[in-house]
């Protein structure tokens, strides 16, 4: 389980799988569904790695194309290091007892209430609100409206690929959401998956070991980001701006 919450950042490749470890936000063999007995699994990502530059085959650009340019977009050092493992659930990327402790909670226990993380007295109402409403299915995106016998056109205005629009989509996985989410993790130093449901994402969100007052201004970053999202979709679906 802990090794679930885990991932590599690449330093010099020598240490991690290529296909069957996760160095991206999934494994390869996830990705791309690869037979988990194929031999190709033991290659290290320190055969695509020349001078600290990927060196990936030119065949998987035109076979893998999206899977290619997350590669490539991986960052590496300039000089080789080692690789690192890392605990995605830390701030500081360190596995912890009481972090430990927490996932195994979770994991096993009773889920995290998250109604009583968004109302606040510093939070302004309608963010709360929105809140509410995203985590109760409440807001009407084109799945709900397609629901309620609403025939329109179910396509996600942020991102290019034509995707149908609901709410795990809108607010986690779709391409504009994912920049909003992984900028706000890089301001704060830490990390959020890039893909998954609401709820589970929402809690990895909260679970964030930061000391009390900046919990409250982590929190109050994640709603504003969630007000962010919601009004730039608007904006698009109804003034197209």
């Known amino acids: 389980m802990v090794y679930q919450q885990s991932s590599w950042?690449?330093?010099?490749?020598?240490?991690?799988?290529?296909?069957?470890?996760?160095?991206?936000?999934?494994?390869?063999?996830?990705?791309?569904?690869?037979?988990?007995?194929?031999?190709?699994?033991?290659?290290?990502?320190?055969?695509?790695?020349?001078?600290?530059?990927?060196?990936?085959?030119?065949?998987?650009?035109?076979?893998?194309?999206?899977?290619?340019?997350?590669?490539?977009e991986t960052p590496l050092p300039s000089a080789p290091e080692c690789d690192l493992l890392i605990w995605e659930n830390s701030t500081s990327g360190l596995f912890s007892f009481s972090e430990g402790y927490d996932l195994f909670r979770r994991r096993f226990g009773v889920q995290a209430d998250w109604a009583t993380t968004i109302w606040k007295g510093f939070i302004p109402p309608h963010f709360s609100m929105l809140a509410w409403r995203l985590f109760h299915l409440k807001l009407p995106t084109v799945d709900q409206l397609q629901r309620r016998g609403i025939p329109i056109v179910s396509v996600c205005q942020l991102c290019p690929f034509g995707h149908v629009e609901d709410l795990p989509h809108l607010f986690v996985n779709c391409?504009?959401?994912?920049?909003?989410?992984?900028?706000?993790?890089?301001?704060?130093g830490t990390y959020l998956p890039s893909h998954g449901p609401l709820l589970d994402f929402w809690d990895s969100f909260m679970s964030k070991a930061f000391s009390p007052q900046l919990k409250n201004l982590w929190l109050a970053s994640g709603l504003f980001a969630l007000m962010a999202i919601w009004k730039s979709r608007n904006k698009l679906r109804f003034e197209n701006k």
């Open 9 to 72: 950042l690449i330093g010099d490749g020598k240490s991690v799988l290529f296909w069957s470890e996760k160095w991206l936000d999934s494994s390869l063999v996830d990705k791309l569904n690869v037979s988990s007995c194929c031999h190709l699994l033991k290659t290290r990502v320190a055969a695509f790695i020349s001078n600290q530059q990927w060196a990936l085959p030119m065949r998987s650009s035109t076979l893998f194309p999206d899977v290619a340019k997350q590669i490539i």
């Open 175 to 188: 391409s504009f959401a994912q920049h909003v989410w992984q900028w706000l993790a890089c301001y704060y």
